[in-house]
């Protein structure tokens, strides 16, 4: 079975430019996670879809943060603009539903804003 | 709100030592208590969990017993090995809070041959 898959691996870039990280949860997993962890820290959850509608959001900073889940499969978490702050490593991870169920995560998107 | 609080690192070990890593939470009711483990670049992984009081998981020679009255799920291993250098995190999903897990700061172990 495949598991979630995230890219990029890596990203760098300046202050106050764009960045956009996706992520393809295992398949048939209802339920799909964005955590950002920030280095030395644990994962921190950004927000949380069920099929393609937001059940939980209420950590993400939507100034600059911007989250979709087109179809209720794949999901793309955009950054604009960037901060020095935002480098971490972004976790996608995905669960079969809600309450209860395993969450599985991707290696992650290592981004670094200078 | 909730929250975990693990043993800072790193852990440094030799091959065959014993470990514990020390967990404690704080959470409304009876939450479900996780340890996940991170190794070099992979993504988390869930080791083991616990869902009611004295429960112990266990996985992989590891072993973590809910402890209600201390708020405690801390993780232990008789043994460890090269391969269990990695970073842990212990975590706790509260029951009013959908599948939101809420992670601890992570504990670096690093054992030498």
């Known amino acids: 079975e495949a598991g979630v898959a995230q890219s990029p691996r890596y990203k760098i870039i300046e202050k106050r430019q764009s960045v956009a990280f996706w992520c393809n949860p295992i398949s048939g997993h209802a339920t799909l996670y964005w955590y950002q962890q920030i280095l030395g820290q644990g994962p921190k959850l950004l927000i949380q879809?069920?099929?393609?509608?937001?059940?939980?959001d209420s950590q993400l900073p939507k100034d600059r943060f911007s989250a979709e889940r087109l179809k209720g499969v794949d999901s793309t978490l955009k950054i604009q603009p960037a901060k020095l702050e935002d480098s971490a490593v972004y976790l996608c991870?995905?669960?079969?539903?809600?309450?209860?169920?395993?969450?599985?995560f991707g290696a992650g998107t290592r981004l670094s804003v200078l | 709100g909730n929250s975990v609080t693990q043993m800072e690192g790193p852990v440094t070990l030799s091959e065959e030592a014993f470990l514990t890593i020390n967990c404690t939470y704080t959470a409304t009711g009876y939450p479900s208590l996780f340890w996940y483990v991170q190794y070099p670049g992979e993504g988390l992984q869930l080791l083991l969990k616990a869902t009611k009081a004295d429960d112990k998981g266990s996985n992989k020679g590891f072993e973590a017993t809910y402890r209600k009255e201390t708020t405690s799920f801390h993780l232990e291993k008789g043994s460890v090995q090269v391969s269990d250098s990695a970073v842990y995190f212990c975590?706790?999903?509260?029951?009013?809070?959908?599948?939101?897990?809420?992670f601890g700061g992570g504990t670096r172990v690093l054992v030498k041959p």
């Open positions: 975590a706790l999903r509260g029951k009013a809070a959908g599948n939101k897990l809420t």
């Open positions: 879809f069920q099929n393609n509608g937001v059940v939980d």
């Open positions: 991870a995905s669960s079969l539903g809600g309450q209860g169920n395993i969450q599985y």
